[in-house]
């Protein structure tokens, strides 16, 4: 079982901000901004690549909730999921980091120059 559904299951402990039927959120154990939240399925999906539409359709209100919870809904913030290798992903369990709470920064994303690729 991975990590993720472990936390769903409550084998391992989570810093718990909202859960509903479907869904659940939690602060990340090593914070990148002052709000960096882990929005994540209860079911088992390995990426975004396997997340079908419906999924989503239900996911996107929730993590609005979650942004208005955590009082960054007005002040901006950023929705990321990373995919695969080349993607960062680390735990292979679908999640969207929230992050929020201070103005982030934006670049540096890739060591390749992105010139070269056009
Ligand atoms: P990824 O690199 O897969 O997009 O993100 C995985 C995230 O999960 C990382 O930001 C990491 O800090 C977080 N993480 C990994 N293990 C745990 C854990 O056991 N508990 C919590 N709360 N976060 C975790
Ligand atoms: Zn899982």
Same mark, same amino acid.
Request: glycine share 6%; aromatic share 8%.
């Given at each position: 079982?991975?990590?993720?559904?472990?936390?769903? !299951?409550?084998?391992?402990?989570?810093?718990?901000?909202?859960?509903? /039927? /479907?869904?659940?959120?939690?602060? /990340?154990?090593?914070?990148?901004?002052?709000?960096?939240?882990?929005?994540?399925?209860?079911?088992?999906?390995?990426?975004?690549?396997e997340?079908?539409?419906?999924?989503?359709?239900?996911?996107?209100?929730?993590?609005?909730?979650?942004?208005?919870?955590? !009082?960054? /809904?007005?002040?901006?913030?950023?929705?990321?999921?990373?995919?695969?290798?080349?993607?960062?992903?680390?735990?292979?369990?679908?999640?969207?980091?929230?992050?929020?709470?201070?103005?982030?920064?934006?670049?540096?994303?890739?060591?390749?120059?992105?010139?070269?690729?056009l």
């Open positions: 079982m991975c990590i993720f559904c472990k936390i769903v !299951n409550r084998e391992i402990p989570s810093n718990k901000v909202l859960e509903n /039927d /479907d869904f659940v959120a939690f602060h /990340d154990i090593n914070p990148k901004a002052p709000v960096h939240i882990l929005v994540i399925p209860k079911q088992h999906v390995d990426s975004f690549n997340l079908s539409s419906e999924m989503m359709r239900d996911m996107t209100p929730f993590i609005q909730q979650v942004a208005k919870h955590v !009082n960054v /809904d007005q002040s901006g913030y950023r929705v990321i999921t990373n995919i695969g290798d080349n993607g960062g992903q680390e735990v292979k369990h679908l999640h969207f980091h929230l992050l929020g709470g201070a103005k982030l920064s934006w670049g540096h994303f890739a060591d390749a120059d992105p010139k070269d690729f």
